[in-house]
């Protein structure tokens, strides 16, 4: 029998295949109460993503890019153009910080920047090298995860993909809401 954070994740997983969601006498959907441990799962959550996450950037494709560098040119990837301050949102940095990456990134030919419309506006957008780097690092990246994931059993797999919808929802929603660690909505 699962407990915790695993049965927590797959109880809302089988919710969302099945279309059950509980509702209250006005029609709206209400939400169940939240459990005693929803702070102690939270920060378990937290720290395996986290985990997962710094132990799965480094890869041999990115050479001696740091994991913010390679960041920034998936994130140019996949919303590029995008104005300077975009990019500093999307990544998560400061725009000081991000103003000397930048032009490290376009002299690897991994970045290009362009004025937009607006004159005081510079866009950044991946380069054909940028994509190709982003495509090999994501590859190892996958291919890490996967090793990782053989070794699991049936029923932690089963477990995993029943989980990875409401982990997707939550990323969306965090991504949605433009959220910062200390906010409380």
Not at 59 to 83: F, I, M, N, W, Y
């Amino acid at each position: 029998m699962e407990t915790g954070l695993g049965a927590a994740l797959k109880d809302e997983a089988d919710k969302d295949r099945t279309g059950e969601a509980r509702t209250s006498a006005g029609g709206d959907e209400a939400r169940p109460p939240i459990a005693a441990g929803a702070d102690v799962a939270a920060g378990r959550l937290r720290i395996a993503v986290a985990r997962m996450s710094r132990w799965l950037r480094p890869t041999s494709s990115a050479g001696s890019l740091t994991a913010t560098e390679v960041d920034l040119v998936l994130v140019a990837v996949k919303r590029g153009p995008a104005s300077m301050s975009d990019m500093a949102t999307f990544c998560g940095v400061n725009p000081t910080m991000l103003s000397r990456m930048v032009p490290r990134l376009v002299a690897a030919g991994l970045l290009e920047r362009h004025q937009g419309d607006d004159r005081r506006v510079s866009l950044v957008q991946a380069t054909p090298q940028g994509r190709r780097l982003v495509g090999r690092v994501l590859s190892e990246r996958d291919d890490a995860l996967s090793v990782l994931m053989e070794a699991l059993t049936n029923e932690e797999r089963r477990a995993l993909a029943a989980a990875t919808p409401v982990l997707e929802r939550l990323a969306d929603t965090l991504r949605a809401q433009a959220y910062t660690p200390g906010d409380r909505r």
